[in-house]
Each structure stands twice: as structure tokens, then as C-alpha cells.
């Protein structure tokens, strides 16, 4: 089946620093790519919409100079978390559609960022 | 706007069957899906039904969907401990081209007794 892959899958940074994360379909390729928080023992909320060759469309509420999107081909997308503050601490999960349909979406792993 | 709802826990005897139900709200849905996630990690794809459809069976689960009163169940025959996790519900919208993002339920908290 169609893989999704995230790296890192844990990363602990200091405040002010900025972290990059990828996400990458390894045998399908997507126009679209979702960017989505999850915090403790909650729902994903859906962050950012990651279009290929184009600029991101964010969510009402959510930064889009503090996280930057970046979806420079069809099977990668990066998520960089700038200038990291404590309260950026969540896990992000990216996920994929292939490109071919209504197919369905494929998640990541995730990734565990803490912010010290 | 969209929205899904869950119960929040389900504890179940390893053997029995789970069933854990879900309703939404938007009668545009087109698919509607069930995710698993475990500690610490991503969701993972258990199955999706179109909305043209009633029901759905792959090997242990079974999903049921009732479009009139929008409400989507998972059964899971035979539970078993390894079936321990957060369960989500997402429906699947026509939304502006192209886009189409996912609408989650709360999760619901599957706890497997041995």
C-alpha cells in the first residue's frame, strides 16, 4: 500500500531555534499534502494545505511565516517550525493523497518536536 | 462547518466484539474512514467506505454506514489486545479543488481486557 514517510520521528530543540521536518510519499506521488498538529489525548487539527508548485493555504489561527510549508515536488513536503517556542511542543503528522483520485489519505508517522 | 463526533472509551474482553460508533454531521461526505492510531505514532488506514455504500467487511472488521441518520460504526470481531488504541473517525468532503482535507473525530480510546 502507499507509504508515507516523516522524518524525524522525535526532535528536542531549544526556543528560538528552527526545525524542519519532511514528509515524503515513497511510492505514489501527491499534489497535495496536509500538515496536521495533534496535541495529548486530542484530535488532529489540520494545519496547513501543502500544494506542489504553489504557496500553502493555512487554517484560520495558524502562522504561516512561524511555520513555514514547502511542497517542492510531488513526493516531498517540508514543514519548518521557526523560532520554536515551548508552546510549539506537539506531535505533526503529515499526510498524502495520491495524486490519481479519491483515494485515501496516507499518514506519517509523526513527529514528537519538544521545545526547551 | 463539518463535524464528527465519537465516544471517548470503549473497554472490551479480549475475544469479544468492539463496536465503536460515529456520527457527522455533513451530508456532502463522500468517504468515510476509520484510522488507528497507537502511542506515539501516526494514523494508520484501517478501511474506508464510500457514501453509496451500507456496508463494508475486510477480514476481523466491518463497517456500517447509516446516511440517512449519518452515523458510521466499526465492529471488530474478535478483539484482541493487540487492537488496543485510539480509533478516529473522518469523513471526506467536496471542498474547493483539489483540497479535500480530512475531518476527524475526538478518537475513541479502545482499552482491550485479557
Known amino acids: 500500500g502507499a507509504v508515507v514517510s516523516q522524518h524525524p520521528s522525535r526532535v528536542i530543540c531549544k526556543s528560538g531555534t528552527s526545525v524542519k521536518i519532511e514528509c515524503r510519499s515513497l511510492d505514489f506521488q501527491a499534489t497535495t499534502m496536509f500538515w496536521y498538529r495533534q496535541f495529548p489525548k486530542q484530535s488532529l487539527m489540520l494545519m496547513a494545505t501543502?500544494?506542489?508548485?504553489?504557496?500553502?493555504?493555512?487554517e484560520q489561527g495558524v502562522e504561516k511565516d512561524k511555520f513555514l510549508i514547502n511542497h517542492a515536488s510531488l513526493t516531498l513536503s517540508t514543514l519548518t517550525v521557526t523560532s520554536a517556542h515551548p508552546e510549539d511542543s506537539s506531535f505533526y503528522i503529515c499526510s498524502a493523497r495520491d495524486m490519481g483520485g479519491n483515494s485515501p489519505l496516507h499518514f506519517g508517522n509523526g513527529t514528537r518536536l519538544t521545545v526547551t | 462547518g463539518e463535524d464528527v463526533e465519537q465516544s471517548l472509551f470503549l473497554s472490551v474482553r479480549e475475544g469479544d466484539s468492539s463496536v465503536i460508533n460515529c456520527t457527522y454531521t455533513?451530508?456532502?461526505?463522500?468517504?468515510l474512514y476509520w484510522y488507528k492510531q497507537e502511542p506515539g505514532a501516526g494514523l494508520q488506514l484501517l478501511t474506508y467506505i464510500f457514501s453509496n455504500m451500507d456496508m463494508k467487511q475486510d477480514q476481523r472488521l466491518t463497517v456500517l454506514l447509516n446516511k440517512k441518520d449519518k452515523h458510521l460504526s466499526l465492529r471488530i470481531a474478535d478483539t484482541q489486545t493487540g487492537d488496543s488504541a485510539i480509533y478516529f473517525c473522518?469523513?471526506?468532503?467536496?471542498?474547493?479543488?483539489?483540497?479535500?482535507?480530512?475531518?476527524f473525530g475526538s478518537g475513541t480510546r479502545l482499552q482491550v481486557q485479557p
Open positions: 455533513d451530508s456532502s461526505s463522500t468517504y
Open positions: 501543502s500544494n506542489e508548485g504553489s504557496k500553502a493555504t493555512y
Open positions: 473522518a469523513e471526506s468532503s467536496p471542498m474547493d479543488t483539489g483540497r479535500r482535507a480530512l475531518t
